[in-house]
């Protein structure tokens, strides 16, 4: 977690995380802005913004040992898929304005200041990680490592998917899924799909 990083760097290869709300920059001789709440590989040079989230992965093989030796909850306690969750930091505060980051230009203008927090999570190959809708927060996913999925339904039901949005090392998916009704936050039914043994990153925004 880097907080006002100013060319800070990158010696190994990281997917790197603008968790802020304003552009941060990676590169070497030649800058390049990386928007917020979206994510790039860098291999080296610097990186400089104002709330960055580097993650440098490894190649340890089995990966589900790993993290479970790390101490990493099993998410359905054993009577479900393979889910396996990080603990949970909180990486600042900052200010969104829901009616730029949801995409919605009918509502209200005004920056309020949400907390930012963050956790990865792990699945074998072949896993669908249960269809919800409940969230009280703004999510975005970055993909660490392995190849994966964020998909859309119409209801709790895997034949109702009408949207792949395909996760590949480095990607954030693109706008968060829900939308402001009323001044609450609604979500189509999703998941996540691990399509590869994966592990990606969860950047929860939670107004305060």
């Avoid at 709440?37 to 990186?47: D, E, L, Q, Y």
């Avoid at 580097?54 to 909850?73: C, F, M, S, Y």
């Avoid at 190959?125 to 996913?141: K, L, N, Q, S, Y």
Wanted: aromatic letters at 8%; a negative charge.
């Amino acid at each position: 977690m880097l907080h006002d990083a100013h060319e800070i760097p990158i010696t190994a290869r990281s997917v790197v995380v603008n968790c802020g709300t304003t552009d941060a920059y990676t590169g070497t001789a030649q800058l390049a802005p990386l928007p917020p709440r979206s994510s790039t590989v860098v291999s080296a040079g610097t990186v400089t913004g104002e709330l960055v989230v580097v993650v440098a992965p490894r190649d340890v093989g089995d990966q589900e040992r790993l993290v479970r030796e790390l101490g990493w909850t099993d998410f359905y306690g054993g009577g479900g898929p393979v889910l396996l969750r990080s603990s949970q930091d909180t990486l600042g505060t900052v200010e969104l304005d829901r009616r730029t980051v949801l995409r919605q230009p009918d509502l209200e203008p005004g920056a309020k200041p949400f907390t930012v927090r963050a956790n990865l999570w792990f699945s074998p190959a072949g896993t669908d990680c249960g269809i919800h809708r409940i969230h009280p927060f703004i999510e975005v996913h970055t993909q660490v490592s392995g190849y994966g999925r964020m998909q859309k339904f119409d209801s709790d039901d895997f034949a109702s998917l009408y949207e792949d949005q395909q996760l590949s090392p480095g990607v954030t998916n693109p706008v968060p899924f829900c939308t402001d009704r009323d001044g609450d936050l609604v979500y189509p039914w999703h998941q996540y799909r691990a399509d590869t043994d994966c592990v990606w990153l969860a950047l929860e925004y939670h107004e305060v």
